[in-house]
């Protein structure tokens, strides 16, 4: 049993969370990307900031409301780690539309792409704002008059809405001072204004600028005092009994409806807006003065994300590539089985295609020897060529049976509507098991050969979904090891039948052996440490919190293990602390790419032990969640992901940020030393990437 350490030598999660999108919002202040791209990570920041608010924080106030006192690992209550996060998320947002305001409009605007002030428009702007609001805008409008007939509406969580303050009576003689006007979801948030209208290539308009022009039509012969834009983040934990519902599906679909309208956590307003309209939505939404954010420009940067995507300016953006594919999957039309059983293939996305996988599926469900596919879905996306293949093959007869994950955050709509689509052609769907979701990567297909049945095996790091395939990082194995398929075999039959769980022969396995699995392997090097021997262990996730896991890298550490971790988000751990853990570095990298995968290495006596996984190294993971951790057996292969995966991100200089003992982060710069990008070097490695693209 590991031994315990002081709750000072943790670092507190949503504390964390800040760091990664401090991170974050340093590629958008990086003058060297480009600069379509810093707009978008500026955005990304408020997107990140938006779940952190309706999950995190609404998970501090919920725990706060019920009484809860106990401290989490790093000693710190749910009351005080709100106030905290409090005071850094409103340095953190004040140093981002400081950022956007004076570095990225700017910028933009040299480049011709304008954001068009309502107090600069010209007499031809005005008068095409002023169509387009009579034609588009006011036909979707129903603004609300707050009188004892109009109680406040209900706002859905993170829409636009303007709060509105008149002056003078309505044709009833009613005497209202304030109205609400909800943004309709209908119309986009920034329009794009006709060159020879707006003076510049591209010239836009932002809805709330319309809509405060225009506010006064929908007001007739009453005086508007003021209008002002607000935005309210609501709790969007999803709360259903597992342990008493009979369907979860159909439970789940009676909740879906509700998260729009969740306990309110966070009141964004802009920064003009008078003290008594901030006031009354403050009570309105029961919310406290610190939940308040005063903005300088729209309160919904996250609108702003589609901008990139309106403007032909690719050298405003990162360059394109076409991702290549394993030689031995070049030819057209390759036999995915045949291959399979020469060796095993591994995939690295995005710098290799995920076209494979798809093909892989395609293959499976058009092949009459096929008679059998099984696979987990978490999030795949609303069109998805694999979701597609697998409905083929069950209409062609085949079993099909298909894990799905209901309660995948905000992803739950999508995969019900899967879940639909796929009972309706006859393929087996169920949804795990209760209390502990299915977050593990696994496909399998069982085929006819020779009079005998034969499994293939797909399992990644990553999800299903070829989109995010394009820009996260994250392994994939094929392969048709016996013992391997046996136990995704073993696995599957846990999450669709009933009975023990029984050994595997190589698969790590939440919530039974995974975290065990995990402590051995650190307290061997541990062991071999002691020994005398070289011990070294380097894992790659997206975030470190469990505590014994963290103890026992201490006690690691302290043995004399080299530990090198690369966290891309929240890491509890303290590195460089002197008798506690000098001998472990931790680093983030953050680049064009999301860093996706889960790798783990263990130098165990030159064996080289190298597992990927879909887990990290967290509570709900190792205990609340069905994951596996599966090793590379394959010698070639495993020196690829060792380099691929990890060597060459612990060279990085240029993306990665190297943390400290008190869990701030500091950017590395090469300065005598050669410039090393990680991402930039798998670009140049595996892709068809002009030279001039490669920094």
Request: a positive charge; one cysteine or more.
């Amino acid at each position: 049993m590991a031994k315990k350490f002081a709750p000072q030598q943790f670092l507190n999660r949503e504390l964390g969370q800040l760091e990664f999108n401090r991170r974050v919002l340093a590629q958008a202040e990086d003058a060297t990307i480009p600069l379509l791209e810093r707009l978008k990570y500026l955005c990304i920041v408020s997107s990140n900031l938006d779940e952190f608010f309706e999950i995190r924080v609404a998970g501090l106030k919920e725990q706060i409301k019920l009484g809860g006192i106990a401290a989490s690992a790093d000693g710190l209550t749910a009351q005080q780690t709100l106030q905290l996060v409090r005071e850094q998320t409103h340095k953190l947002i004040e140093r981002q539309y400081h950022l956007f305001n004076t570095d990225i409009i700017p910028a933009l605007a040299g480049q011709g792409i304008k954001f068009l002030r309502r107090t600069q428009w010209t007499e031809a702007q005005q008068a095409w704002v002023k169509d387009f609001f009579f034609r588009e805008v006011m036909p979707v409008l129903t603004p609300i008059g707050l009188d004892p007939a109009h109680p406040f509406p209900r706002v859905l969580n993170k829409s636009l809405n303007f709060a509105v303050e008149l002056q003078g009576k309505d044709a009833f003689g009613r005497n209202s001072t304030r109205a609400i006007v909800q943004a309709p979801r209908v119309v986009p948030r920034t329009i794009l204004m006709p060159p020879e209208i707006s003076g510049c290539e591209h010239g836009f308009v932002l809805l709330s600028s319309i809509l405060h022009t225009h506010v006064g039509e929908l007001f007739s012969g009453m005086e508007v005092l003021g209008c002002f834009q607000f935005r309210v983040t609501r709790n969007s934990n999803l709360f259903v009994d597992e342990e008493e519902v009979k369907n979860l599906r159909l439970s789940l679909q009676g909740e879906l409806p509700q998260r729009h309208f969740g306990d309110a956590v966070r009141l964004e307003i802009a920064d003009n807006c008078s003290p008594l309209i901030s006031e009354l939505l403050l009570k309105e939404f029961n919310l406290a003065p610190e939940d308040l954010y005063r903005v300088h420009g729209p309160v919904n940067l996250v609108r702003l994300m589609e901008i990139p995507d309106l403007v032909a300016r690719d050298d405003l953006k990162f360059p394109s590539f076409v991702p290549s594919v394993p030689g031995v999957l070049q030819k057209k039309g390759s036999d995915m089985f045949k291959v399979m059983r020469k060796s095993d293939v591994l995939l690295h996305h995005p710098f290799q295609s995920f076209k494979p996988v798809i093909d892989f599926i395609q293959q499976a469900a058009s092949d009459p020897k096929v008679v059998a596919i099984k696979q987990t879905v978490y999030r795949t996306g609303v069109d998805s060529a694999l979701m597609e293949a697998l409905i083929a093959a069950a209409q062609g007869g085949k079993e099909v049976t298909v894990v799905v994950e209901l309660l995948a955050r905000f992803d739950e709509e999508a995969n019900i509507n899967w879940a639909n689509r796929l009972e309706e052609v006859g393929a087996h769907v169920v949804y795990g098991v209760v209390g502990h979701k299915t977050h593990a990567k696994m496909l399998m297909v069982v085929r006819r050969e020779d009079g005998k049945l034969r499994r293939y095996v797909h399992l990644g790091t990553g999800n299903y979904h070829p989109r995010t395939a394009k820009f996260y990082t994250d392994f994939g194995l094929f392969t048709c090891d016996e013992k391997v398929c046996a136990d995704v075999n073993e696995v599957f039959s846990q999450l669709t039948s009933l009975g023990k769980a029984r050994a595997l022969n190589y698969l790590w396995q939440s919530p039974f052996s995974m975290h065990l699995e995990v402590l051995r392997a650190i307290q061997n090097e541990t062991r071999l440490a002691k020994s005398g021997k070289r011990a070294h262990i380097i894992a790659k996730m997206n975030a470190l919190l469990e505590p014994e896991t963290i103890n026992v890298l201490y006690e690691a550490s302290q043995a004399g293990v080299k530990i090198d971790l690369i966290v891309r988000g929240v890491c509890a751990l303290r590195p460089g602390v002197s008798g506690l853990s000098e001998n472990i570095n931790v680093r983030s990298v953050i680049g064009r790419f999301l860093e996706h995968t889960r790798i783990f290495y263990f130098r165990n006596d030159l064996k080289h032990n190298v597992y990927l996984s879909s887990a990290d190294w967290m509570d709900r993971n190792f205990f609340r969640r069905i994951e596996v951790c599966f090793p590379v057996l394959d010698k070639k292969l495993k020196k690829r992901v060792i380099d691929e995966g990890l060597k060459i991100y612990l060279q990085d200089n240029c993306q990665a940020w190297d943390m400290d003992s008190a869990g701030h982060y500091r950017h590395k710069h090469p300065r005598r030393a050669e410039k090393k990008c990680a991402q930039y070097e798998l670009l140049k490695q595996f892709t068809h990437t002009p030279a001039k693209a490669i920094p």
